[in-house]
Nanobody, 121 residues
Framework: VQLQASGGGLVQTGGSLRLSCAPSGNIFTVNAMAWYRQAPGKQRELVASISSLGIVNYADSVKGRFTISRDNAKNTVYLQMNSLKLEDTAVYYC????????????????WGRGTQVTVSS
């Protein structure tokens, strides 16, 4: 299983971007999905998560500006980012907890390779 994230880029402060992340490979079902980010010189931090039931959680720094959503038919997770700030500049990583087959009861955590988001003044 591989996760492919897309949608990053360069945007001015106050602008918007929409990230998406979809898996390829053998997928039986997906549990939680999330977005993390890592800025230069900082630790990776959770930005937002969404459970299989649609329960969402956000970092305080992005509440009211970012929206996480999922399309279960496509096993895709999205992150709509509005009112972007300089401090949102980071590499954004998607994360999904996946069962790859009906006979494998183990949940596996997969990470995407990251997509760069750069906010300029």
């Amino acid at each position: 299983v591989q996760l492919q994230a897309s949608g990053g880029g360069l945007v001015q402060t106050g602008g918007s971007l929409r990230l998406s992340c979809a898996p390829s490979g053998n997928i039986f079902t997906v549990n939680a999905m999330a977005w993390y980010r890592q800025a230069p010189g900082k630790q990776r931090e959770l930005v937002a998560s969404i459970s299989s039931l649609g329960i969402v959680n956000y970092a305080d720094s992005v509440k009211g500006r970012f929206t996480i959503s999922r399309d279960n038919a496509k096993n895709t997770v999205y992150l709509q980012m509005n009112s972007l700030k300089l401090e949102d500049t980071a590499v954004y990583y998607c994360n999904q907890v996946i069962r790859t087959s009906s006979w494998d009861i183990q949940w596996h955590t997969y990470w995407g390779r990251g997509t760069q988001v750069t906010v300029s003044s």
